[in-house]
């Protein structure tokens, strides 16, 4: 059965330092979409992406986040200038979106910023 | 009011028992609904969708939506350990085209 897969499973770096989480959808799904999950929080939304533009954004999302699908299989989401208060898990999700707007989640990108 | 609201728990049940777990939501112009599991460390794992009032069964798991109410639940018949975990609520809400809005989620322990 089809999987979104992540990259890597665990990513520790200083603050201020640049990161870049990798996510691969599902093949032939269209939509998208970026969540973070603080420890012992729920899961919150980040950012859906659609026919390569943004396609709705929270407010968490702001301009230290960027999201880019390089190439036909790859997701990324790009945290600049990372702060303490980014630790947490990132997952990414797709869903086909013509059939049925479910979303399918990878199994996260655990992020410690020290 | 929050968006999606739901018991933290814990919920314990012995091994067998029907496992009843709710969820309310703030935006009754929502169409979507999903039920996922996730286990300490994992991400979530979707159990089911529904998007009509009424029941919606799939194998041992039930759930159920009313949406002049704002409520869906979800039942899960014959429990076993196995299906000890969170359960999150998410909705679609009506504001939104593509954003799922989660519950805080209700920890389930099933007991041998």
């Known amino acids: 059965e089809p999987e979104v897969t992540q990259t890597p499973s665990h990513q520790v770096t200083q603050m201020g330092q640049e990161v870049i989480l990798r996510c691969v959808p599902i093949?032939?799904?269209?939509?998208f979409y970026w969540y973070r999950q603080i420890l012992g929080q729920k899961v919150e939304f980040l950012v859906s992406?659609?026919?390569?533009?943004?396609?709705?954004k929270s407010e968490i999302f702001d301009d230290q986040f960027s999201v880019e699908r390089p190439d036909g299989s790859n997701f990324t989401l790009k945290i600049r200038s990372t702060k303490l208060e980014d630790s947490a898990m990132y997952f990414c999700?797709?869903?086909?979106?013509?059939?049925?707007?479910?979303?399918?989640f990878g199994p996260g990108t655990r992020l410690t910023v020290l | 009011q929050k968006e999606v609201e739901q018991n933290s728990g814990p919920l314990s049940v012995p091994e067998g028992a029907i496992a009843s777990l709710n969820c309310t939501y703030s935006?009754?112009?929502?169409?979507?609904f999903f039920w996922y599991r996730q286990y300490s460390g994992k991400s979530p794992e979707l159990i089911m969708s529904i998007y009509s009032n009424g029941d919606k069964e799939d194998g041992r798991f039930t759930a159920q939506l009313n949406k002049a109410s704002q409520y869906v639940s979800l039942l899960i018949r014959d429990s076993q350990p196995s299906d000890s975990a969170t359960y999150l609520c998410?909705?679609?809400?009506?504001?939104?085209?593509?954003?799922?809005?989660f519950g805080k989620g209700t920890l389930l322990t099933v007991n041998p």
């Open positions: 998410a909705v679609k809400l009506g504001s939104s085209n593509y954003k799922l809005t």
């Open positions: 999700a797709s869903s086909p979106g013509w059939y049925t707007d479910t979303q399918y």
């Open positions: 935006d009754r112009g929502s169409q979507s």
């Open positions: 093949s032939n799904h269209l939509y």
């Open positions: 992406f659609y026919n390569n533009e943004i396609s709705e």
